[in-house]
T-cell receptor, first 111, second 113 residues
Framework: GQNIDQPTEMTATEGAIVQINCTYQ??????LFWYQQHAGEAPTFLSY????GLEEKGRFSSFLSRSKGYSYLLLKELQMKDSASYLC????????????FGKGTTLSVSS | DARVTQTPRHKVTEMGQEVTMRCQPI?????VFWYRQTMMQGLELLAY????????DSGMPKDRFSAEMPDATLATLKIQPSEPRDSAVYFC???????????FGQGTRLTVV
């Protein structure tokens, strides 16, 4: 089976940097995804890591360490619109191509 | 603008009634996933298909839930009979084969009273 842990809630202020951590346990790791979900909306894809290291995409970056079962999502120059839930998901070979999600981290950005 | 389309967007029904949720995946995508989201459990995988064949439905209560893909443009999730504990947002997502992201529909918000 799979186990994915991430903090339930985080708060930050506009312009700041925030790091959302995710730890996972899976027997057949085959990729890690981050999704953003605004309240009442569908999850939308942010990033994908399958090899160790940092992937940068604009204000967002995602890091992966497979040996530690650890990833983080880094959000820079926070804006109010970044207030959302951030979902960590892993792909496990035992589950085929389906993504298994953590319960998400609700980020609140204040001015 | 390719997107996953789900209908209905909202459904309120009485306990014991049948509920059918529909999903039109993005044209060309060959994998389809059904997820259920609640505050307590987050996003749970219910079932998924590849090339219209069911690959995994172990997350689905078999006695009342069923998922099918009658053709490549339609996936359905049925609950019969529905129960109040089924109240949740049901998301459909589609994607291509390996190592690509899944694209989510807007969800069906189901309330069973």
């Amino acid at each position: 089976g799979q186990n994915i842990d991430q903090p339930t809630e985080m708060t930050a202020t506009e312009g700041a940097i925030v790091q959302i951590n995710c730890t996972y346990q899976t027997s057949g790791f085959n990729g890690l995804f981050w999704y953003q979900q605004h309240a009442g909306e569908a999850p939308t894809f942010l990033s994908y890591n399958v090899l160790d290291g940092l992937e940068e995409k604009g204000r967002f970056s995602s890091f992966l360490s497979r040996s530690k079962g650890y990833s983080y999502l880094l959000l820079k120059e926070l804006q109010m619109k970044d207030s959302a839930s951030y979902l960590c998901a892993v792909r496990d070979r035992q589950a085929g191509t389906a993504l298994i999600f953590g319960k998400g981290t609700t980020l609140s950005v204040s001015s | 603008d390719a997107r996953v389309t789900q209908t209905p967007r909202h459904k309120v029904t009485e306990m014991g009634q049948e509920v059918t949720m529909r999903c039109q995946p993005i044209l060309g995508h060959n994998t389809v996933f059904w997820y259920r989201q609640t505050m307590m459990q987050g996003l749970e995988l219910l079932a998924y298909f590849r090339n219209r064949a069911p690959l995994d439905d172990s997350g689905m209560p078999k006695d009342r839930f069923s998922a099918e893909m009658p053709d490549a443009t339609l996936a359905t999730l049925k609950i019969q009979p529905s129960e109040p504990r089924d109240s949740a947002v049901y998301f459909c997502a589609s994607g291509l084969e390996v190592n690509t992201e899944a694209f989510f529909g807007q969800g069906t918000r189901l309330t069973v009273v």
